[in-house]
């Protein structure tokens, strides 16, 4: 296993003891019993070398995101830490991100620490899966660009604990403006539909103070 591989697989295990912490009722004798080995463990992560999201060096000037097979952790630290899609966040949302022809998908089902009103996820949450999966587009068509406008509008209660489906395609691309539309479905019912405007922009400008000095 790989050094990627054990910080995605331990990101997963931090995600799922946080969505089990906010859905359980502990006792007092239970949450006791977590302070001493969760200060044990906090010493062991804040004792290691700070990382630095800094990109491998590359050629800025033909810079293309690149959309990832599924069996893949990711190809590089833009997505990795991702709040939504990133493998290595244990505070993120834990998508899975695939491509169907020219369409972007997100695969998620959010768990408890995601919850708004009872039962149903947190708008802003959902906003944060279209907006990722509106990015994913740009990849598809090789272009680095970021959000001017996000327009969201929710037609019912998105669920916790279902599986959600997110898709995102480009309607309309007009010299360095994109604009892409989404919809979020939980099975078979419609939950938001989204449109948005993205900015193209230089990849070795944006970049830049990401990639190591020589």
Known sequence: ???????????????????D????????????????PLGQLTEIV???????????KIDLANFKMAVPREDQVERHQLFADSFVSGVTNPLGLGASLRREGDVAVMDV?????????PGRAHGGVVA???????????????????TGQLDITYLAPTPIGEALSARAWLS??????????AS???????VATAT??????DPAKFLKHLVPES
């Open 128 to 146: 944060a899966l279209i907006d990722e999966t509106m990015g994913l587009v740009l990849a598809i068509h090789g272009v680095l660009a970021f």
């Open 196 to 201: 948005a405007l993205f900015i193209a922009v």
């Open 46 to 56: 804040e004792s290691a070398a700070p990382r630095e999201r800094a990109l491998p």
């Open 109 to 117: 089902t959010l768990g408890r620490a995601f919850e708004g009103a």
């Open 184 to 190: 979020v479905r939980a099975k078979d019912v419609e």
């Open 21 to 36: 912490f906010v859905a359980r009722t502990l006792s007092d004798e239970q949450l006791d019993a977590l302070l001493a």
């Open 1 to 19: 296993m790989t050094n990627d591989e054990r910080r995605a697989e331990v990101a997963a295990r931090l995600r799922t003891l946080g969505h």
């Open 172 to 181: 309309r691309h007009t010299h360095r403006k994109l604009f892409v539309e």
